[in-house]
Each structure stands twice: as C-alpha cells, then as structure tokens.
C-alpha cells in the first residue's frame, strides 16, 4: 500500500518529520519498506513535507490497505483527531436503478448498495490523477478514477457501469452459469463456473463479482450515465473465483482479506461527494441499499489480568480503553474478575480480524510498544526428554563418515525424473510433484544417490579428483512412502597424493600417484558404519534385477549377521554405479574411473542395532592368542564368505577372529582357480591353548574346506 | 625374557614420583611407600611371590629384589644430591633426577645414538577427515543450544498433510495467508511414518509441533528442526529447499517476555554475547501477538550498513505467542495455556554466521566449500 502523506494529513495531522512518521508506523506493525518523492502536482505549492510511504500491509489488517487505515493508526499513535473526508449528504430520494440479489447470490453478497449519476466523461484534474499515481493506480478518466480514488482513501472497492448499456437498466446478482462468458476489462474472454457470482444486467454477466468489471459496460468517452456499485462480496467466494480465473485485481485483493461491511454506503457519498466536486457529475436519485440481514454487532470481553497472562507486563489500566477507542472500538467497563478490571468491546466493521479477546491484546501489545517488552526467562517446569534415538543415530554416523574422510552433501529433495528414473524398479514407484517448480526439480527423490552423483559431477567438474560425499537424508517412493537413508558416493584417489607412496607403491603403480578407490573402500566404509552401529556386516553378492543402477558382479547387498540369514530383510548395498548413469548426469570420463556408492536404511539399521545404553565392557582376554594361516586354492567364483562360513563351523568357540589376507590368481594357481589365505586367532578365555590343540582345529577345518568347497591347500 | 608387567609398573611408578620429589621428606615418604614393611608396593610384590603360580614364580623373586636394590640406591643417591645443592627450590628437581641412574633410564632424549636424520619439514601423511555440512554446523548448533535449555529436539515427516500443515495452524482452506508459504504438492497421497498419508511437502516444521501437542500432555518444550519446501525460483537469498527450525513452549505461565529472553539468549549464543534483539510486530495465522524478531546487524555491529540497508538491524526470525485456535485444536485448554512459538530459517543464520554470499551454495556441495569448515 503505497501512502502520500499530503493525502494522509488531510485526515489525520501528522506533527512529526516523515522519518518519524514512517519509524513510528514500522513500530506499530507497518513496514515501511521505502520512503519515495512526492508527485509534483501543477498548480500546488506544498507546504509541508510530503512522501509517498511504501507500506507492507499484513494480511489480517485489510482496514490498513488505505488512507483512512493508516490515518486512524497515525491518530492511535500520536493521539490526534481522525477526520473523516467529506461525505455528500445522505438522501431518502429511490434509486434510479433496480437491484435484485438472487437468493443464490445471497451469500456471497451480503451487501449491495447502488445509485446513479449523470457524467461527463473526462479526465480527471492534475491533483486527483497525481494522487492515484502516486499510490500505483493508473488514471483513466474522472468516473473511474473517482471509484478508485474512493477505494484508495476508504478502503472500500468500487465499480462504475455505463447504465445505458445494461439491458433493462438494471443490475442482478447472481451465480454465472456454468460456461457463461465475461469479457473483462482487461480484454480477456472469461468462462465462468457456477460456483461464481457475478453482477448481470437482466441479460448478461456484466462484472464478476468483487473482481473485475466487463468490458460491454465499461464506461467510455460517450457515457452520459453510470450505475455505481459499492457492495460487499463473501471473502471466501472472492478468492476462490480469483483464484480460478487467475485474476487478482486491487478490489479482488481487498475483498478477499475482508471489506468493512458497514462501509458501502460512506463510500458511496463520497463517491458522490468527489463526483461534485471535481465537476465529473452529479447523482441523480437516492442509493439504495440491498443489506437484508446487517450484521450484529459482537461484543468482546477483555481482562486486563489476562493481558497480564499472555504478555508477561502490566500494562496501565486505563491505557487499554483509551488505545481501543482511538482505533474504533466501542469500549463499556465491565465487571472486575479476580481482582482485575474487565471490558466489553464492540470491534467495528472494518476490523474483521477482531474476534476474540487474543485479538483484543494484540491490539494492546501492538500500541503499548514491543520495544517496552523486558527479557526474561521460561522456567523449567519438567525434566528434559532426552536426545532421541533418530538424533544420536545420525549424530554417530556423521562421526564415523566424517572420520572416515567422507564429507556431507545436503541435495535437493527434489530432483530431475531422467536423474530419478533408473533408482526405481517401477514408473508408479515414482512420486511425482502436481504444480513443480520446473523439469529440475519434477520428482521427489527416491534414493539419495541421483543427488550425490551430481555433487560428484559438480566437484569433478571443478577439477576436484577424489571425492567422497555422504548424505543423510528422507526418500520416497510409491512402495515405502517417506523413509530416512545415509548413502556414500566415492570417486578418484582413495588417499591424498603423499611424497612417501614413490617409496611405498612400488610395483605397477607410478611414483606419487595414489590408487584409484574401488568397491573394498565403499565395503569398509559400510563396515565401519555397521561397526559403529553395534551390527556384524554380511555382503551377499546382489542379484542384478533388484539393483538395475548398480553394475552386475560389482554389488552387494548388506544385511546384519545376526538376521543375516538369506531372506532376512537388508539394510541396504554398496556396489559399482553402472557407468552409464553417471555419463548421464554429465561426469567427464576418465579411463578407469569409477563411482562406488551404498545406501543404507536408518530404520534397518536402528532395528538390528545393539542399543548402546545396555552395553557392557568385557575384560580385556587374560591369556595369548595363537594365530595360524591357512592358504587354499578354491573356485575362483566361490565367495570368500563361504570359505569363511566354513571355518567357523569347523572350529571351536576358541576361533575369535578370522580375516583373509590375500587373493591371488596367476603363476601357480590352477586355471579357473583362485588363492585365498586367511588369518585364524584362536584364543581361550579360561586358559592358555596348546600349539598341539591348535594344531588338530586346524587338521580339522583342512578337512572340511576340502570336503565342502574342493580346496587344496597350499 | 622380560621382567613380570606388575614389577615394571611399580618401577615406572616410583621412577616418576622420585622426579617430583624434592625434599628429605619427600624422600623420606617415598621410602615408606615403597619399601615400607606395612604398605610398600615392593614389599607387596616380595609377598605376593609366595602365592605365584609355579611358572613365574622365579622371575617375579629375581625382578623384585632387583627392583627393591634399584630404589634403595635411587633413595641414597638423591639424598646426597639434595645435602650437595641445599639451596635448591623445591619443586625443581632435574638436575638431581639427571644424576639418579633410575630416573635417568626411564626417560627419552638422553640416548646419544645416530639414528639417521630426516627432512622433519616435509608433510606427515595427511590423516584424511570429512567435514559436516555447513547447514548441519549450524543445527546442531542451535540444537545444542535449545538442549542446554531444557527443549527435546523432535522431528517430523517431510511430506505433510493439509490438515497439519494448514489447517490445524489456524490456515483453513481459501485463507489468503496459504499465499505466504507457496506450496508444492503431490500427485498422489505418499505414506509417511507419520500415519495420515501425505499429499504436499510440507512448507514449515509446524507439523511437527502439531504432532507432539496431539500426543504429549503440556508442559511442552521442544524445537523441530528439518529441511522445508516453497515454490520459490532459487536466486541468492531464496532455494526452494531449506532447514528450518521452529520452537515451541507451552504452559501455565508462558509470556511474550519469556519468548524474547529466550529468542536473545538464543542469538547472543549462536552469534555474539552482545547480539541485540529487537521485537517488532508482524502477522503469523498460528502466534497473536506476533514478532519479527531482528538482531543487531553482524556485518557493522549496528552502525548501519548495504547488507541490514542502513538500519543496523537484520530480521532473522518470526515468532509469536501461539493462537488460542491451535492451542484448541490439538485439544489443550486455551484459558489454562499459554506459549510461545518462533520459526527461522537455518540457511539464513549460516548466511549471516560465515558470510556466505549466495543461498544455492550450500546446495552445490563443493568440497572447495565444504572443506572450509572447522570440523
């Protein structure tokens, strides 16, 4: 709402500088947002500082989307007298034009007030056009600007018909039919819907109601009469039809938030009164005024202990009455309650967002001053709960990823549906947003790895080789709905480049270069993370149709040992990205560049977890570990898991550990056959074992590897 | 074949306390403690061989006795050490302990031998750490704050229904103030572990709180951080993704001074301790009385500057007291309860915290960025 205060001061005096003005109007709720030059009206000398106020007008304060507005709260403020502009004289004289509101329209027009005036169609004088400039309206001629001039200073939108071109002269209000037409001013062919109102003459839709007015009636250089309508139209219905028609005007925008419904006809004599006065026309006939139901006024009640309550300061007593009364309130002292006085208050018509006794200290609050609002603080009347499992969850693995020289990316939630497509095993698995804000963000994200690859792309693209990114974040799809993941996308050197690896990389690798990451670097990240998490890792090798994104061979589903067994639900996969996907999202090849990623459930993962509040230290073992090798020749397709699934089976409690600690293929192992050697630590808890017994374990899991898997051991 | 662990402690132990001894009478103690017939460590290592198992029961009377000469020595040599330099201060007793040949031998640096040298100025190897996102600095941050002050930390699903998102917050349907928040919406409903299938993503935390009121009896105290989303064209100050956290404390005697103590204590923690705060009216369809909350502008401490446009002040958050309506919804009593509510956006607060000059940053996840951050 743009304000010229010259306008202003004919309403209210204003004693202070502009700045002021606008600091004290900021302070009571009103940001002034900027502070613009005056219009230089010919003609007029200013003798006092004038500026146009460039107001931000909260939606629950349409009364404040006008001169008038502003000036009662400068008035409360300051505490200066309103002045209300001038007013024609109130006259018993019929209506020279009918008015029927449809029983189907009476609920979207409550109100309706309408008269007519003989005009001549011209422009308007330099002061009225320079005022509605000022305030952002374009002026068109003296009828129209007069509507507006109204709706500016009141507040109350207002609408001129050429008369003569209404059928039967007369004006209906009623709900379109469904499919009836209405060209707008605007030169828009309009179809409305039945759930529309609209202001028709005895044929024809002439205006949508609180809206926009048509063009066949608009007023032009050869009108002679108009109809004026000052109405009051149901907020919801407004919007609703504004909404529709995508057509937001400023009468759409004010009756939307809420007109005064005891304003039609003030506006409609001032309207008659400015008509006369700038010479623009004359009224003929009284108004008249369709309102069958006036609206009953309600009364508020106000506990001055309760302002007390809910602001936490004593505001004087006697200053709540008096800051009421000055905005417009009816104000009767009620009984004392507990102590403390009360009051009923009668808000006025145009303050529609007065309902309720919150409302009431809002207002108190508002003009006592929010500067005068002292800190203190809220007692703790209750323990605390503590973090929440979900919390420490993503807490922990932060650290572990973090430690683990991975960095945390937040992507979008939102990403491409090309990006999103190949993470999804069904078209319909896709949630796809209705109104997207364009292509590149059309789809909610079904996994955490589209947004990751392209923060791959995006450092890479910068030059950047080792990359290493996590997030921790929400997916969806049709399946499971909305559901947490942390996922890991690796790519490049898997360690900073160091002087030492020209001494430490000896054969097969160039001085100074660090070996590229591969699959085993994802692994061990999601081993690590499960370690964290209390949960013994199972990798299985994945069957290629669950995970089409991952490239076949090269990935593994993650389950915990413990529910491990196969079927038991995962908690997610590491595995190769299949090349393609990521030359889709733009990563610049490079000979035997990968991506390794994982994603994990949280939920999975908080389920197989151990809860940390019942863990227990054991004592560190009192007696030696005895280590023994074993090396095999195996098929080369055998998974190691096997052969490590069959040394535990094979050996006593006392086996703690068992680790493989070399793959080989080449000279001396047969064609079709792979090496393998693992570490084995056998301990005892309650003695010290004997080379011999460690020996018959390992005669015995000999036995079974040869037995079970075919090995030779080497 | 190494002397038994029990007998090395005694002996580390001892060699550390004889440093630090700078008296006869330190000495004296010493000798009590160790050597004592009652309570001495080694006179207690010289019984236990008694109870040994077979097999250490050798080498523990050898390393024992040996250790029992050792401190005996050790004892006599300081004490001749201390009758030499009698006007040593106490408390620094090096060059006594140099002399002691059982000090001496537990400590580095004395052995002459060449070793080889190295180029010590050329980098160590880079022990590679992550680092957390920028917006997560800051959450946890502020969730750390709201922790020490007595507020749970509760989260929410991402896609919302109408009723949460809108509704119950004093939003009913075709009110103008949905227009401040432009929503995004779903094509079809989507399950959340929240229960009620969503349909739009949701555009505050609100939800959240709503959530919690309907399944926890007052007093409540809880901030509800997590990512939010507006239809809003990303430019530097917008991103139609963001995180937010919103608070909420309800309770008999909850006051809009309670709401500004904290929101400062809040802001003087997460910035400077001589942040100011500045109230202001505003609207918000769920807080009445409501607030724009500004803070003393970070980049010119006040004095006016292009980024708080010569006012000195930056508007940071919104809040309010929560509106007898939403307190109704959820089924509290509006006349018994009070409380208060804020919403702000933690992208804003990194912005204003490191200085970041553009929003969309945050989201390109370059490591030439992320990596600027303290872990």
Request: net charge negative.
């Given at each position: 709402?743009?304000?010229?205060?010259?306008?202003?001061?004919?309403?209210?005096?204003v004693?202070?500088?502009?700045?002021?003005?606008?600091?004290?109007?900021?302070?009571?709720?009103?940001?002034?947002?900027?502070?613009?030059?005056?219009?230089?009206?010919?003609?007029?000398?200013?003798?006092?500082?004038?500026?146009?106020?460039?107001?931000?007008?909260?939606?629950?304060?349409?009364?404040?989307?006008?001169?008038?507005?502003?000036?009662?709260?400068?008035?409360?403020i300051?505490?200066?007298?309103?002045?209300?502009?001038?007013?024609?004289?109130?006259?018993?004289?019929?209506?020279?034009?009918?008015?029927?509101?449809?029983?189907?329209?009476?609920?979207?027009?409550?109100?309706?007030?309408?008269?007519?005036?003989?005009?001549?169609?011209a422009?308007?004088?330099?002061?009225?056009?320079?005022?509605?400039?000022?305030?952002?309206?374009?002026?068109?001629?003296?009828?129209?600007?007069?509507?507006?001039?109204?709706?500016l200073?009141?507040?109350?939108?207002?609408?001129?018909?050429?008369?003569?071109?209404?059928a039967?002269?007369?004006l209906?209000?009623?709900?379109?039919?469904?499919?009836?037409?209405?060209?707008?001013?605007?030169?828009?062919?309009?179809?409305?819907?039945?759930d529309?109102?609209?202001?028709?003459?005895?044929?024809?839709?002439?205006?949508?109601a609180?809206?926009?007015?048509?063009?066949?009636?608009?007023?032009?250089?050869?009108?002679?009469?108009?109809?004026?309508?000052?109405?009051?139209?149901?907020?919801?219905?407004?919007?609703?039809?504004?909404?529709?028609?995508?057509?937001?005007?400023?009468?759409?925008?004010?009756?939307?938030?809420?007109?005064?419904?005891?304003?039609?006809?003030?506006?409609?004599?001032?309207?008659?009164?400015?008509?006369?006065e700038?010479?623009?026309?004359?009224?003929?006939?009284?108004?008249?005024?369709?309102?069958?139901?006036?609206?009953?006024?309600?009364?508020?009640?106000?506990?001055?202990?309760?302002?007390?309550?809910?602001?936490?300061?004593?505001?004087?007593?006697?200053?709540?009455p008096?800051?009421?009364?000055?905005?417009g309130?009816?104000?009767?002292?009620?009984?004392?309650?507990?102590?403390?006085?009360?009051?009923?208050?009668?808000?006025?018509?145009?303050?529609?967002?007065?309902?309720?006794?919150?409302?009431?200290?809002?207002?108190?609050?508002?003009?006592?001053?929010?500067?005068?609002?002292?800190?203190?603080?809220?007692?703790?009347?209750?323990?605390?709960?503590?973090?929440?499992?979900?919390?420490?969850?993503?807490?922990?693995?932060?650290?572990?990823?973090?430690?683990?020289?991975?960095?945390?990316?937040?992507?979008?939630?939102?990403?491409?549906?090309?990006?999103?497509?190949?993470f999804?095993?069904?078209?319909?698995?896709?949630?796809?947003?209705k109104?997207p804000?364009?292509?590149?963000?059309?789809?909610?994200?079904?996994s955490?790895?589209?947004?990751l690859?392209?923060?791959?792309?995006?450092?890479?693209?910068?030059?950047?080789?080792?990359?290493?990114?996590?997030?921790?974040?929400?997916c969806?799809?049709?399946?499971?709905?909305?559901?947490?993941?942390?996922?890991?996308?690796?790519?490049?050197?898997?360690?900073?480049?160091?002087w030492?690896?020209?001494?430490?990389?000896?054969?097969?690798?160039?001085?100074?270069?660090?070996?590229?990451?591969?699959?085993?670097?994802?692994?061990?990240?999601?081993?690590?993370?499960?370690?964290?998490?209390?949960i013994?890792?199972?990798?299985?090798?994945?069957?290629?149709?669950?995970?089409?994104?991952?490239?076949?061979?090269?990935?593994?589903?993650?389950?915990?040992?413990?529910?491990?067994?196969?079927?038991a639900?995962?908690?997610?996969?590491?595995?190769?990205?299949?090349?393609?996907i990521?030359?889709a999202?733009g990563?610049?090849?490079?000979?035997?560049?990968?991506?390794?990623?994982?994603?994990?459930?949280?939920?999975?993962?908080?389920?197989?977890?151990?809860?940390?509040?019942?863990?227990?230290?054991?004592?560190?073992?009192?007696?030696p570990?005895?280590?023994?090798?074993?090396?095999?020749?195996?098929?080369?397709?055998?998974?190691?898991a096997?052969?490590?699934d069959?040394?535990?089976?094979?050996?006593?409690?006392?086996?703690v550990?068992?680790?493989?600690?070399?793959?080989?293929?080449?000279?001396?192992?047969?064609?079709?056959?792979?090496?393998?050697?693992f570490?084995?630590?056998?301990r005892?808890?309650?003695?010290?074992l004997?080379d011999?017994?460690?020996?018959r374990?390992?005669?015995?899991?000999?036995?079974a590897?040869?037995?079970?898997?075919?090995?030779?051991?080497? | 074949?190494?002397?038994?662990?029990?007998?090395?402690?005694?002996?580390?132990?001892?060699?550390?306390?004889?440093?630090?001894?700078?008296?006869?009478?330190?000495?004296?103690?010493?000798?009590?403690?160790?050597?004592?017939?009652?309570?001495g460590?080694?006179t207690?290592?010289?019984?236990?061989?008694?109870?040994?198992?077979?097999?250490?029961?050798?080498?523990?009377?050898?390393?024992?006795?040996?250790?029992?000469?050792?401190?005996?020595?050790?004892?006599?040599?300081?004490?001749?050490?201390?009758?030499?330099t009698?006007?040593?201060?106490?408390?620094?007793p090096d060059?006594?302990?140099?002399?002691?040949?059982?000090?001496?031998?537990?400590?580095a640096?004395?052995?002459?031998?060449?070793?080889?040298?190295?180029?010590?100025?050329?980098?160590?190897?880079?022990?590679?750490?992550?680092h957390?996102?920028?917006?997560?600095?800051?959450?946890?941050?502020?969730?750390?704050?709201?922790?020490?002050?007595g507020?749970?930390?509760?989260e929410?699903?991402?896609?919302?229904?109408?009723?949460?998102?809108?509704?119950?917050?004093?939003?009913?349907?075709?009110?103008?103030?949905?227009?401040m928040?432009?929503?995004?919406?779903?094509?079809?409903?989507?399950?959340?572990?929240?229960?009620?299938?969503?349909?739009?993503?949701?555009?505050?935390?609100s939800?959240?709180?709503?959530?919690?009121?309907?399944?926890?009896?007052?007093?409540?105290?809880?901030?509800?951080?997590?990512?939010?989303?507006?239809?809003?064209?990303?430019?530097?100050?917008?991103?139609?993704?963001?995180?937010?956290?919103?608070?909420?404390?309800?309770?008999?005697?909850?006051?809009?001074t309670?709401?500004?103590?904290?929101?400062?204590?809040?802001?003087?923690?997460?910035?400077?301790?001589?942040?100011?705060?500045?109230?202001?009216?505003?609207?918000?369809?769920?807080?009445?009385p409501?607030?724009?909350?500004?803070?003393?502008?970070v980049?010119?401490?006040?004095?006016?500057?292009?980024?708080?446009?010569?006012?000195?002040?930056?508007?940071?958050?919104?809040?309010?007291?929560?509106?007898?309506?939403?307190?109704?919804?959820?089924?509290?009593?509006?006349?018994?309860?009070t409380g208060?509510?804020?919403?702000?956006?933690?992208?804003?607060?990194?912005i204003?915290?490191?200085?970041?000059?553009?929003?969309?940053?945050?989201?390109?996840?370059?490591?030439?960025?992320?990596?600027?951050?303290?872990?």
């Amino acid at each position: 709402m743009r304000v010229l205060v010259s306008w202003l001061r004919e309403l209210v005096p204003v004693r202070v500088g502009i700045d002021e003005l606008a600091d004290a109007l900021t302070r009571h709720g009103f940001e002034v947002a900027a502070v613009d030059a005056a219009p230089e009206v010919p003609g007029r000398t200013a003798h006092e500082p004038d500026a146009v106020l460039d107001l931000e007008i909260t939606t629950n304060r349409p009364d404040c989307l006008s001169v008038l507005g502003i000036a009662r709260e400068v008035s409360a403020i300051f505490g200066d007298p309103l002045r209300y502009p001038p007013l024609a004289p109130a006259s018993d004289a019929g209506a020279e034009v009918p008015v029927t509101i449809e029983e189907a329209g009476s609920s979207g027009c409550p109100r309706y007030a309408a008269s007519v005036a003989d005009v001549r169609v011209a422009p308007s004088p330099a002061w009225m056009a320079a005022r509605l400039e000022a305030a952002g309206v374009r002026p068109i001629n003296a009828v129209v600007d007069v509507t507006n001039y109204v709706m500016l200073e009141l507040g109350h939108p207002m609408h001129a018909f050429d008369l003569d071109r209404l059928a039967g002269r007369e004006l209906r209000v009623r709900p379109a039919r469904a499919g009836e037409a209405v060209r707008t001013l605007d030169g828009e062919e309009r179809t409305l819907r039945d759930d529309m109102l609209v202001i028709a003459d005895g044929a024809l839709a002439q205006a949508v109601a609180g809206v926009m007015g048509g063009a066949d009636s608009e007023v032009t250089a050869g009108t002679t009469r108009v109809a004026l309508e000052s109405a009051w139209f149901d907020p919801i219905s407004v919007r609703r039809t504004s909404r529709r028609l995508a057509l937001s005007t400023d009468a759409s925008y004010r009756f939307e938030r809420g007109a005064d419904i005891d304003a039609p006809v003030l506006a409609m004599r001032r309207a008659h009164a400015l008509l006369t006065e700038i010479g623009a026309g004359s009224p003929r006939g009284g108004i008249v005024d369709r309102y069958p139901t006036p609206r009953a006024p309600v009364t508020v009640g106000l506990r001055h202990a309760r302002v007390r309550r809910v602001l936490g300061i004593d505001v004087e007593r006697d200053f709540i009455p008096t800051i009421l009364e000055r905005l417009g309130f009816g104000v009767e002292p009620g009984p004392d309650e507990g102590g403390g006085a009360t009051w009923r208050v009668t808000p006025p018509g145009y303050r529609v967002d007065v309902s309720r006794e919150i409302d009431l200290i809002e207002e108190v609050a508002r003009h006592h001053g929010y500067d005068r609002l002292p800190s203190t603080f809220p007692p703790l009347r209750r323990p605390p709960a503590p973090r929440g499992a979900a919390l420490e969850q993503r807490r922990l693995l932060r650290r572990v990823l973090t430690a683990g020289g991975c960095s945390e990316a937040i992507t979008y939630g939102f990403i491409e549906e090309a990006a999103a497509r190949p993470f999804v095993q069904a078209d319909e698995d896709l949630a796809r947003l209705k109104n997207p804000l364009s292509e590149k963000f059309a789809v909610l994200r079904p996994s955490l790895i589209p947004g990751l690859l392209d923060a791959v792309v995006y450092n890479r693209r910068r030059g950047r080789r080792d990359v290493r990114l996590f997030e921790l974040g929400r997916c969806f799809t049709g399946t499971h709905g909305e559901t947490a993941a942390v996922a890991v996308v690796i790519a490049g050197p898997g360690a900073p480049e160091h002087w030492s690896h020209s001494r430490r990389w000896q054969e097969g690798e160039r001085a100074g270069r660090v070996p590229a990451s591969d699959f085993y670097d994802v692994a061990g990240i999601v081993e690590g993370l499960l370690d964290a998490a209390g949960i013994e890792p199972s990798f299985e090798a994945a069957d290629g149709a669950a995970l089409s994104w991952l490239a076949a061979g090269r990935s593994a589903v993650v389950r915990s040992r413990g529910t491990g067994e196969p079927g038991a639900s995962s908690l997610g996969y590491a595995g190769q990205l299949t090349p393609g996907i990521a030359a889709a999202r733009g990563l610049p090849a490079a000979a035997g560049d990968a991506v390794y990623v994982a994603e994990l459930d949280l939920e999975a993962l908080a389920r197989a977890g151990r809860d940390r509040r019942r863990f227990m230290a054991s004592p560190p073992p009192r007696f030696p570990a005895i280590v023994r090798d074993v090396a095999i020749a195996v098929d080369r397709t055998l998974p190691a898991a096997a052969v490590r699934d069959t040394i535990r089976a094979a050996a006593p409690d006392s086996l703690v550990d068992v680790r493989a600690f070399d793959r080989y293929e080449g000279a001396g192992i047969a064609e079709g056959q792979v090496g393998l050697a693992f570490r084995l630590t056998f301990r005892h808890g309650d003695r010290t074992l004997t080379d011999a017994e460690v020996q018959r374990t390992m005669q015995e899991i000999g036995t079974a590897l040869r037995t079970t898997h075919h090995a030779t051991l080497r | 074949m190494a002397p038994p662990a029990a007998v090395e402690g005694v002996r580390a132990a001892f060699a550390a306390e004889l440093r630090d001894a700078a008296s006869s009478d330190d000495l004296q103690e010493l000798r009590n403690r160790y050597l004592g017939r009652k309570r001495g460590a080694v006179t207690a290592l010289l019984k236990s061989i008694a109870s040994a198992s077979p097999d250490v029961r050798r080498d523990l009377g050898r390393e024992a006795n040996a250790l029992k000469r050792e401190i005996e020595e050790a004892l006599a040599a300081r004490r001749r050490g201390l009758e030499a330099t009698p006007a040593r201060k106490a408390g620094r007793p090096d060059a006594g302990a140099d002399r002691d040949p059982a000090a001496a031998s537990t400590r580095a640096g004395t052995d002459a031998r060449d070793l080889g040298a190295l180029d010590v100025t050329l980098p160590g190897r880079e022990v590679k750490l992550g680092h957390r996102h920028p917006l997560t600095v800051v959450r946890e941050e502020i969730e750390e704050i709201f922790t020490s002050l007595g507020f749970e930390v509760v989260e929410g699903p991402e896609v919302e229904d109408d009723y949460h998102n809108f509704e119950a917050l004093n939003m009913p349907q075709e009110h103008p103030a949905r227009d401040m928040q432009d929503t995004l919406y779903l094509e079809a409903p989507l399950s959340t572990p929240a229960g009620r299938p969503g349909t739009l993503l949701r555009t505050h935390t609100s939800g959240v709180q709503i959530r919690y009121m309907e399944t926890h009896e007052p007093p409540v105290r809880i901030i509800a951080p997590g990512l939010v989303y507006r239809r809003d064209t990303p430019d530097l100050t917008h991103s139609p993704m963001f995180q937010q956290v919103e608070g909420l404390l309800v309770g008999d005697d909850v006051t809009m001074t309670d709401l500004k103590g904290t929101l400062e204590c809040f802001l003087q923690r997460l910035f400077t301790p001589d942040t100011q705060v500045m109230f202001r009216p505003s609207f918000f369809p769920y807080t009445e009385p409501s607030a724009e909350v500004f803070m003393s502008c970070v980049f010119c401490r006040g004095d006016g500057c292009a980024v708080c446009k010569r006012t000195g002040w930056l508007e940071v958050l919104g809040s309010g007291m929560v509106h007898p309506a939403v307190l109704e919804a959820v089924g509290y009593d509006s006349e018994r309860l009070t409380g208060w509510a804020f919403g702000v956006g933690i992208d804003r607060l990194a912005i204003l915290k490191y200085r970041v000059q553009d929003i969309r940053a945050f989201y390109d996840n370059d490591l030439q960025l992320l990596e600027q951050f303290l872990l």
